[in-house]
């Protein structure tokens, strides 16, 4: 009997098999030709063979967390180690409420705020509704039967509720589902027989009286709720009223909307409470806009997360654990970098420092550091302090000349489109857009030069960004790491920035440098340079604002601005935009430094390559006219 490869999942191994089992067997003959009626049963049974062997090989595939591609299975393999996967999240805005002031003037020392639908926003003529969780209650101002109510949250989505009844929970497994796979669990909010339950992850510290409950993930995406078994977590009783109230969410596509209307109900103090109605129509002032909505947790993120946060053990002692955690109890976290007290600069122990990129925008509010920083307790060894930072991003621009042969494209524009496109996709790339990420000069070269055969090369220089957020009409001072050296122009001007005014004077300033150097006009070796505040004229003529306002270390790739007082800036949000060029056009993100692409700030300058075309044969116009460096500093201000 011939050896039999039992490993094989190809058709056609699978059927040659076949045939030489039957070689070996005198009893079968005929089949070892396409036409006999014997070859088409050999094909079923290779066909056969195939499908379950293809089927066994899933299955096993989806026994492992690592290899599942079934979200279900990645699912179920991560509540093994007790892990759920993050929800959609409702994208947040906070607004206030001008004063209330009622109708009818009564005797009421609180309304309330009724949770459900609060207001109404829209973006790109699409109109979405925003809710409350639960009710707010403002107390009387004074005597003038007005109500404040400042900086309230409202999440986008509609409010609903589920009612169960427990049956013989003793004896029965009965189940309560959500029905809806679109919930954000950070709204939900569960009572039994009116009385709340608070939702944990860890039953180690629960007793047999402890009014809780559990989420899990379930089939379809949907939740299911789970309450305690009478030794961990209070036993639910025959007849027990069970509502369930959370928000139904659009996700990420609940972001943008600015304005809002009231579509709110006010209730007053009385039990059962009463609709009234305000004096006037209420008037909503956004404090910030809908930010921070985001899709349910997909697969590669459940894959990286679960077996990190199940190693963690419920405590945060290493920067893995500490990143583990912080995705769970901040749903909203994209990306996040610990450092450890002893690897700053000094080093400042029994301290942790925690940068956080959220998936829609770029900072944390303060309102949820402080929650998160208390949410951590529970998993910090004691005596280790917790310091969430303001995200610190390193932005990497390009300007990029492409030459281009014209007897082969006769649109520049719709090439330069391509090639914004691809650089699009590009930084999409998984190496960047997180900490840690690196830009690659050379795969970007590439990318131009293979987006169409009609592009014969490209110089393209290398910009790395930073932005200073001033604070303004204030004497501060500001520390900026790029964390990637300097290139240096012994002439200067290596350090650019977007326009801004000083105490003092009404002109728009820029931020320049001057590299330090010895009596011959060589740099000096020290790898420094001082920087001054500088203005220019109709003449371009630079003239000196503020001089020694700051120093630039080159080989750290650190700017420091002594004490100045910033008065206003001509990019939004009291942004600086402070640029230089970097000594490797590979950029890394170092520790908590942030790296991305930003293609929206690269320029594409399209010209003829009049050498290719056959314009200029002996090379006189494209050395005069088209040449260009990638270390060429240019203009004052940045680019």
């Known amino acids: 009997m011939p050896f039999t490869q039992f490993t094989n999942l190809d058709f056609d191994e699978i059927k040659v098999q076949i045939k030489d089992h039957l070689r070996s067997n005198s009893n079968f003959t005929d089949f070892d030709f396409e036409g006999s009626n014997f070859s088409v049963l050999i094909d079923t049974l290779a066909y056969n063979t195939y499908i379950n062997a293809f089927n066994a090989n899933l299955v096993v595939n989806e026994s492992f967390l690592d290899s599942a591609s079934v979200r279900e299975n990645v699912v179920s393999l991560a509540r093994n180690i007790g892990y759920v996967p993050r929800s959609k999240t409702a994208a947040v805005a906070k607004v206030r409420i001008e004063p209330v002031e009622l109708e009818n003037p009564t005797d009421i020392p609180y309304i309330r705020l009724k949770a459900g639908l609060f207001c109404v926003g829209s973006t790109n003529n699409t109109t979405f509704r925003f809710s409350i969780p639960s009710d707010i209650t403002s107390v009387r101002k004074n005597s003038d039967n007005k109500y404040v109510f400042d900086d309230i949250d409202v999440f986008e989505g509609t409010y609903l509720s589920s009612r169960f009844s427990s049956i013989s ?12 796979p679109n919930i954000d669990t950070t709204t939900l909010r569960v009572s039994v027989n009116g009385r709340k339950y608070s939702m944990v992850d860890n039953i180690l510290s ?3 009286n402890s009014e ?30 069970i509502v369930a109230s959370y928000i139904v969410t659009e996700g990420e596509d609940g972001n943008g909307p600015a304005n809002f209307s009231f579509q709110g109900t006010f209730l007053d103090h009385n039990d059962p409470p009463q609709l ?13 806009s809908a930010s921070n909505g985001g899709e349910a947790e997909d697969l590669s993120s459940i894959k990286y997360f679960a077996p990190r946060l199940y190693s963690a053990q419920y405590r945060a002692v290493t920067s893995r654990d500490y990143e583990a955690i912080i995705s769970t109890i901040y749903p909203k976290t994209e990306s996040v970098a610990v450092i450890g007290g002893e690897e700053l600069d000094p080093p400042q122990f029994g301290k942790v420092q925690i940068s956080i990129k959220p998936k829609n925008g770029t900072f944390v509010s303060d309102f949820d550091k402080q929650q998160i920083k208390n949410k951590l307790k529970s998993y910090a060894i004691a005596g280790i302090n917790s310091d969430i930072i303001d995200l610190k991003v390193i932005y990497v621009e390009l300007h990029s000349t492409v030459y281009y042969d014209s007897s082969k494209i006769l649109d520049s524009l719709n090439l330069k489109s391509s090639i914004v496109n691809a650089l699009t996709n590009h930084s999409k790339n998984v190496e960047m857009n997180k900490f840690g990420g690196r830009f690659k000069y050379s795969k970007i070269n590439q990318l131009i030069d293979r987006v169409h055969e009609g592009i014969t090369s490209n110089i393209t220089k290398v910009i790395i960004r930073r932005d200073l957020k001033a604070s ?3 004497f501060a001072q500001y520390e900026l790491c790029f964390g990637n050296r300097f290139h240096i122009n012994p002439e200067g001007f290596n350090i650019k920035s977007t326009g801004f005014t000083v105490s003092g004077s009404s002109k728009t300033v820029y931020l320049t440098d001057v590299p330090n150097k010895r009596s011959d006009g060589s740099l000096d070796g020290s790898h420094k340079g001082t920087l001054s505040v500088v203005s220019t004229n109709e003449k371009n003529e630079k003239n000196v604002i503020l001089k020694d306002v700051g120093i630039v270390d080159y080989k750290k790739g650190e700017i420091i601005l002594n004490t100045i007082n910033i ?18 056009n590979d950029v890394i993100g170092f520790k908590d430094l942030y790296l991305s692409f930003d293609v929206s700030n690269t320029t594409i300058n399209m010209v003829r390559d009049v050498i290719a075309s056959g314009e200029d044969v002996s090379g006189v116009v494209f050395a005069r006219d088209y040449y260009t460096s990638s270390y060429s500093n240019g203009v004052l201000e940045r680019i």
Do not use: H, M, W
């Open 169 to 180: 929970p003793q004896t029965n497994r009965q189940r309560f589902i959500l029905d809806n």
């Open 206 to 208: 629960l007793n047999k």
């Open 212 to 241: 809780i409950f559990l989420l899990q993930e379930v089939q379809d995406g949907k939740y299911e709720i789970l309450f305690g078994d009478g030794l961990f977590g209070k036993q639910l009783q025959d007849g027990d009223s």
């Open 276 to 288: 009234i109605t305000p004096n006037d129509n209420v008037v909503l002032t956004t404090v910030n």
């Open 472 to 474: 303004l009409d204030t």
């Open 567 to 584: 008065t206003s800036t001509v990019a939004a949000n009291n942004i600086v935009e402070i640029q230089a060029f970097p000594e490797s």
